[in-house]
């Protein structure tokens, strides 16, 4: 019996029902029906790269050490201290994979288009890994076998399949110009033609018993449209062009719907379904310039070079060109990237060192935290930032140290940004898209339940529930639970869940040691987050 994990990133009921009342995603309404629904809770940062990872290892980033897209650290040398920085991949989880524990209990597992899933270690199974360029995709396809395999599926164009900067497949800019919106649905479409073309064929032509994988165009279309997709945002009186984009919106998801019918009829009727998203969405409608603020405060220092932002930006155009412009040597606390969402604080490790003293460390974050909390909008007189967490709560676990000392949560549920502002607060222009953690869970096939809605269950949930449906041992360290409440009592009975220490976690991270994305790849992978805001 095959379990299939259908990811849909940045999924959300706000925008799906809607769509499924409208007759858009008959399929999504018809497996509703006929199985369970529940909202799936994100992690305490709700991004892409620590959501997927904590889906697919059942711990949580505090553990697996996936906080961001990238992985960084300072560098002192004579010419000061600067940031070095790589983008993160598989070697850096330092929690197994589930795939590893099915391959080792005897059961085959194929991953397709997870974030940090290139450099696998070597397992019983297949990975082609995701947001990556042509070049790592077609390098990183595990076995290499399986690339023979795939690269002539009928759908399936490496180029259209990965990351690249082509012009044709540009996303939009800050303008929503139709023909630019219709020719982007348009390639999102083929890359979901792509990932479905291999999910097919593992089904149809592999022993893999567990097939996972994620369909990306959700996230990167809802950040473009979402106040299209939204009702709260539709305009009660739209220009004939705003209907068109919608409309031609909703052919995407009418699309993607046909591609999840036909994997779970490929997948038969003994089989299971399970839709996630690795968060939800919603609505910015402002920029919060931490950083900026961090400068007025004195904690940080930009260099001469720093630019004013005057175009509502989250992030740089060049990271790499951004972390250069501020002057860490006096900087004491920065907002490092707008995905991680939060102020790190730097510690003077060693006599001579930039930084606070280690013994200043709880104080400090207090004093940021309080003048957080307090500092208010000049305009309206209201708090921007509504609540603070330390990593030692939102975090707990030994690769805690890599997340950000304090993440910030703001009024209007969006991301910071990192940029120089003469302003802390700008109204947007226009709504945009950003995340929310509230995502979507949708189960159904043999032994769930039926038109029930379960509540809301955790993101870490998702790992032990696959292994229960697979019929195999869930490790005793895991930090979700199995959703009981999705499958029928008389399954339960016969197959209760058996907890086991099952988990090889430490000879994993004891061994976590990254490897080498080439620095071209990364640059174009680093320019696609920026401009789908990924690099949020």
Known sequence: MKTLLLGLDGATFTALNPMIEAGVMPFMKSLIHKGVKAELM??????????WTSMITGRGPGHHGIFD???????????GTRLSFRLANARDIQSEPIWQLTARQGKKTGVLN?????LCYPFDGYIVPGFVTSRVLRSGTYPRAFWDQIKDLPGFDVKDTSWDLDEGRKPLGS????????????????????????????????????????????DRLQHQVWR????????????????????????????????????????????????????GFGSTTEVFYINAWLEKEGYLTWKSTAEEDDKESLTAHNMRDHFETIDFDKTVAYA???????????IAKKEGQSGIAPEQHEMFCKEIETKLLDWKDPKTGTPVVIN??????????VAMEEAPDITVYLRDGGFISIMKSNEIVKPRSEVKGTHRPNGIFIASGKNIEKGKEIGKLSILDVAPTLLYSMGLSIPTNYDGKVALDAFDSDYITVNPPVIADVSQEDEVAKNSKAGDVEENDENVILERLKSLGYME
């Open 175 to 218: 303008s929503l110009d139709f023909q630019n919106l219709k020719t982007w649905i348009d390639y999102l479409k083929r890359k979901e033609n792509g990932w479905f073309a291999i999910a097919k064929e593992l089904i149809e032509n592999t022993d893999t018993e567990l097939i996972a994988m994620v369909f990306e165009g959700v």
């Open 388 to 397: 603070t967490i330390r990593r030692e709560r939102a975090f707990p676990g």
């Open 336 to 346: 490092k990237t707008t995905s991680a969402n939060g102020v790190y604080i730097r």
């Open 114 to 118: 997870f974030p940090a899933t290139y």
């Open 69 to 79: 897209f990238i992985r960084s650290e300072e560098v002192n040398d004579e010419n």
């Open 42 to 51: 994100s992690t305490p940062c709700p991004v892409t790269p620590p959501a």
């Open 228 to 279: 299209l997709l939204d009702p709260e945002f539709y305009p009660k009186n739209p220009e004939p062009w705003e209907v068109e984009a919608r409309d031609y919106s909703y052919t995407y998801f009418n699309h993607l719907d046909g591609l999840l019918k036909q994997l779970v009829e490929a997948a038969g009727e003994e089989s299971r379904a399970i839709v996630v998203s690795d968060h």
